[in-house]
């Protein structure tokens, strides 16, 4: 029954080690979204794929990339992690349209060491 | 700039009190107006939503108007349960491209 599927749930990495972070979805939406929620705090968006489109936030890093090879996957990938990475990375979708709503996995959790 | 400003918390209910949590937005246009809603440990869940002036959403004994006149979007629920306890988010889409814009969230706590 699950519609957004974030893998893993939680990852641990080494400071400056890559990590990439998976978004599947069931829904067949078109637009695709990352954010990063640090504790007790907004989630801040990074950027979001509306169908092959890349849009890519003002002030995300360049440390963040991402990808989408088709409608249903879209990874995240964090070239050199640093200890100020360390949050949870929250995955959505939608149709996109001025009322739809936005659907949420249940987030990485993501720890620097 | 585009905004949601809602209430601080944390906030502590007894069980079976009447919640309110204020939100509060700035937009260009007219966006519509989202409360989401996250468990310890989890996603974001829809709570409800309303697309136009005076639409109310509702769910799960939640209700929230849209108020255009006072740029509003306040959250209640005439009986809180100890289930209820999260942290509640106020967002729009009057973003770019019609990316959300969130509030701070609000953190529920209903003891028994």
């Known amino acids: 029954d699950a519609m957004v599927i974030q893998n893993p749930r939680y990852q641990v990495t080494q400071f400056g080690k890559p990590v990439t972070l998976s978004c599947s979805q069931t829904?067949?939406?078109?637009?695709m979204y990352w954010y990063q929620q640090k504790s007790s705090q907004a989630p801040k968006l990074l950027f979001h794929?509306?169908?092959?489109?890349?849009?890519n936030e003002a002030d995300t890093p360049d440390n963040f990339q991402s990808r989408r090879p088709n409608t249903s996957f879209c990874f995240l990938d964090i070239r050199s992690p640093g200890l100020g990475d360390a949050a949870m990375y929250l995955c959505?979708?939608?149709?996109?349209?001025?009322?739809?709503?936005?659907?949420f996995g249940d987030g990485t959790r993501l720890s620097i060491l | 700039g585009d905004s949601v400003t809602q209430m601080e918390g944390p906030v502590t209910l007894s069980e079976e009190a009447f919640l309110t949590i204020n939100c509060t937005y700035t937009?260009?246009?007219?966006?519509?107006l989202f409360w989401y809603v996250q468990y310890p440990g989890e996603g974001l869940q829809l709570l409800l939503k309303?697309?136009?002036?005076?639409d109310k959403g509702s769910n799960k004994g939640f209700e929230a108007t849209y108020r255009k006149e006072t740029t509003s979007f306040h959250l209640e629920k005439g009986s809180v349960q100890v289930s209820d306890s999260a942290v509640y988010f106020c967002?729009?889409?009057?973003?770019?491209?019609?990316?959300?814009?969130f509030g701070k969230g609000t953190k529920l706590s209903v003891k028994p």
């Open positions: 937009a260009t246009g007219y966006p519509s």
């Open positions: 309303a697309t136009k002036a005076d």
């Open positions: 967002a729009h889409n009057g973003g770019s491209q019609g990316n959300l814009i």
């Open positions: 829904l067949n939406h078109n637009v």
């Open positions: 794929y509306y169908d092959k489109d890349f849009n």
């Open positions: 959505a979708t939608s149709w996109g349209g001025p009322d739809q709503p936005q659907h």
